[in-house]
Structure formats: structure tokens, C-alpha cells
């Protein structure tokens, strides 16, 4: 596989935009100010991981 290679450049960049996307909902289930906030990003970090909320 050929690191210039535009399909290697787009999956990278699509696996580090998700695993963006799961850590900043991980820590805003942590350290949301407001219990309904806390409650919205652990449902949708679980929607992203296919597990049931």
C-alpha cells in the first residue's frame, strides 16, 4: 500500500476524524457542566460504538 495513495489518505483521515469524534464525546459525557448535556453525549457515544443507551 502506497502512503500517497488517495484511498490510504482518505481512510486515515475518516479513522482520525472518528476517533476525534469518540474521544470529545467521551470527555463530554466526563465533564459536562449539566446532568442533561452528560446524559445527551453518552447516548450518542453509544449510538457511535453500536451499543444500546
Known sequence: MNANDPATLALATSAAGYLTTIT????????????????AARDLL???????P
Open 24 to 39: 470529545v464525546l467521551a470527555l463530554t459525557a466526563l465533564a459536562a457542566p449539566s446532568p442533561h448535556r452528560r446524559r
Open 46 to 52: 453509544a449510538l457511535l460504538l453500536n451499543r444500546k
